[in-house]
């Protein structure tokens, strides 16, 4: 359990080092600030303060229990209102105390609500995801904790998350009276009366999550800047921990700290996490590594804590420094940008993927392709020209996230086929057979209203090449890239540059670059073609709303995934969803993402740290990575072959220039982002 450090309003004073009763030459201090902790942090539930200063709590929470069957129904899901016949929607809130409450009506009318027993006084409602639901807003004072009874009559129409639609079990809390009132039925829903389900009702309450936490990365107590070399060390103790609040905080921060041997944090090499003393100290610790995490937590919703800065000072008890005799000439190490987002990639060992990769002979595809964006851009160009537009069978059913069940001719020689998802489905798996990781995200104009352009369900790639996300489009077979420097773009770049534009500032240009003419373009309707082209940054397609699927594992698991995604709208519970005070995702959203680092994340990329050895020109070689389907790091060492090499291999130097360039590799057998360093020794 952390200590919990209660800290003043006003700003702490860092007057640490003469505090800190050891020797100032060998204390090292690190600031960091808010900026500096979004860029290198992992953060769960925290966000940036309106003006910047500081980090808090996250802002907004959704109740709901319909999302696991929300979206396009294949079957009758509507209940009509009418005189004698409403609904009874339960939903179940652990602290109902905020500063607003709003209620989420799918689809909505000319409604009268009741909220445990209290009519509402409601105003003119406003949309959501163009017209697909009301907004109310109602007094949050209604609520109480545990158990809300949410009744609703008047005019209108309420839909059906089904339960044969649903991937998980339903809890049962929708009921349906045609007697105004003086009985209910649960799961008896819609106008048969014969609809098992939840309705489309949701709540939603501005106030702060009761707790986050910000990870900072792994440190070396002799080396907090980072630096190519660090010196050997007899003792890596003592520690301190500080922080700054702002002056209207409010809440409790708490610090904990783990140490290890390694730098990767693993059983065996590190101690557990670790409370601080009431001064924020630690005196003994298990190795040169140290890893900080700071929590976040108040016991108000309606309030929050606001961290300005944490302050890492080190003492460690240093040997002779031999690393000082040593020169470095080139040094390049990755810096690995995690997520905290519990993403689950498919695994290239699929076998379903291996299948794609032969029966569609995707290795002459590719063909001679020698980078990673020439072999993508080729797998899309194919994909968008497997089948042309309504050469389908969509509006009988969906396909599953499966590309091999997707091209599969039915009897009337036409694929199963699809519209957006289904092309760019077929592109990721395509992509991953060969190695690539990619990502499903959906986009649409959200809360912004324009451009008004529907959406559109796209896929990003990661390139190692290029060490960046990028979209490409599987069913367009184009991707957007700099116009000065020619690099391809995310879809998060795209949005960034689009809200600019449309804000009528100045916006880095982009244009598109086509790979392919797809087929199903010609086939298209007139009107329908220009829709869904995008040409500009101002006009056509929206990026505002950004919506991502957290796993990409289509293959190994069916579920969970967005009901027929693409053909409503889109407001499964399990979507990610950007969002910004520029454009603030739409309301019925429970899961949002609000930090750079936790939408932006890096892969296949190596990194590493020297620990100096006992004896002069001797490291021990830490290495990390996050690779999807990791299978093991190779090496070169002095320009040699590349070998496999562990995750902690010894390094002996010699006189003269030494160099080590280090990989992780995927199970396909794709090498990814390398890291190296060279040196030279001068003679004994």
């Keep these: 359990m952390a200590t919990s450090l209660h800290v003043a309003r006003h700003a702490l004073v860092f007057a640490i080092v003469a505090a800190f009763l050891f020797c100032p030459a060998q204390a090292n201090t690190l600031h960091w600030k808010v900026q500096q902790i979004c860029q290198h942090a992992v953060t769960r539930d925290i966000s940036i303060s309106e ?3 500081a980090l808090e709590l996250q802002s907004g929470e959704v109740f709901q229990d319909d999302g696991p069957a929300s979206g396009f129904s294949y079957k009758p899901n509507k209940e009509v209102l009418s005189a004698g016949v409403e609904i009874r929607k339960q939903l179940v809130i652990s602290d109902p105390r905020a500063n607003k409450a709003m209620l989420l009506v799918g689809h909505g009318g000319g409604l009268e609500v009741e ?3 209290a009519p509402q006084k409601l105003g003119a409602p406003r949309t959501a995801f163009l017209g697909a639901w009301q907004v109310y807003e109602m007094d949050p004072s209604a609520l109480r ?5 949410i ?5 209108g129409t309420i839909w059906i998350a089904r339960a044969d639609d649903s991937y998980s079990e339903l809890p049962h809390r929708s009921a349906r009276s045609t007697d105004g009132g003086k009985s209910w039925r649960v799961d008896g829903l819609g106008p048969e009366g014969n609809i098992a389900g939840e309705y489309y009702v949701r709540i939603y309450l501005e106030h702060y999550r009761s707790s986050g936490s910000i990870l900072l990365p792994v440190m070396d107590v002799a080396n907090l800047e980072e630096n190519p070399l660090a010196p050997p060390l007899s003792a890596p103790g003592p520690l301190r921990i500080s922080f700054s609040t702002a002056p209207d905080s409010k809440g409790t921060v708490s610090v904990r ?12 090499t590190w101690s557990g996490w670790m409370a601080l003393d009431r001064d924020g100290n630690l005196k003994e610790l298990q190795g040169r590594f140290v890893q900080v995490e700071v929590t976040l937590s108040t016991s108000d919703p309606r309030v929050t804590p606001k961290l300005n800065e944490i302050t890492v000072t080190t003492a460690p008890k240093l040997e002779k420094d031999w690393t000082q005799a040593i020169k470095v000439v080139d040094f390049h190490n990755e810096t690995i940008v995690r997520t905290s987002l519990p993403f689950r990639y498919e695994s290239f060992t699929q076998p379903k993927l291996k299948e794609l990769r032969e029966r569609y002979r995707l290795d002459e595809v590719v063909g001679d392709a020698k980078t990673d964006l020439e072999m993508i851009s080729r797998l899309a160009a194919w994909s968008s020209k497997q089948w042309k537009w309504m050469e389908w069978h969509l509006d009988e059913y969906y396909p599953p996230w499966d590309a091999i069940e997707i091209l599969q001719r039915q009897p009337d020689g036409k694929p199963v086929g699809g519209f957006c998802q289904q092309y760019n489905v077929l592109f990721l798996q395509a992509c991953e057979s060969f190695g690539f990781v990619g990502r499903d995200i959906s986009i649409s104009c959200g809360t912004l209203g324009r451009p008004t352009e529907v959406g559109h369900e796209a896929v990003e790639i990661w390139s190692n090449q290029l060490r960046k996300w990028i979209w490409i489009d599987g069913m367009y077979a184009y991707y957007p890239e700099d116009s000065l420097t020619g690099v391809p773009l995310s879809l998060w770049e795209v949005r960034r540059r689009q ?8 916006a880095e240009s982009a244009r598109i670059v086509h ?3 797809p087929i199903l373009l010609p086939s298209m309707p007139a009107w329908l073609r220009a829709a869904f082209q995008w040409h500009a940054l101002d006009g056509d397609m929206s990026f505002a709303e950004l919506r991502l699927i957290p796993r990409s594992n289509f293959l190994d698991e069916r579920w969970p995934l967005p009901l027929n995604n693409g053909k409503g709208a889109w407001t499964w519970s399990g979507f990610e969803v950007w969002t910004d005070r520029n454009v603030p995702a739409e309301l019925v959203h429970p899961n949002l993402v609000t930090q750079d680092n936790n939408f932006e994340w890096t892969l296949n990329q190596a990194h590493f740290a020297l620990e100096p050895g006992d004896k002069p020109r001797e490291f021990l070689v830490h290495l990390d990575t996050e690779t999807p389907g990791f299978e093991k790091y190779v090496a070169e060492i002095d320009g040699g072959e590349k070998s496999s090499v562990a995750a902690i291999f010894p390094w002996k130097l010699h006189e003269g220039r030494n160099r080590l360039k280090v990989w992780p590799q995927n199970s396909a057998g794709r090498d990814g982002v390398a890291s190296w360093i060279d040196l030279d020794v001068p003679g004994m």
């Design 51 to 53: 003006d910047g200063s």
């Design 115 to 117: 909220v445990n027993g």
């Design 145 to 149: 904790v545990g158990v809300n009874d």
């Design 151 to 155: 009744v609703i009559h008047g005019d």
């Design 257 to 268: 700290v783990r140490s290890g041997t390694t730098y990767v944090p693993g059983p065996g």
């Design 499 to 506: 809200l600019l534009l449309l804000r009528g500032e100045k």
């Design 515 to 517: 790979v392919a003419d």
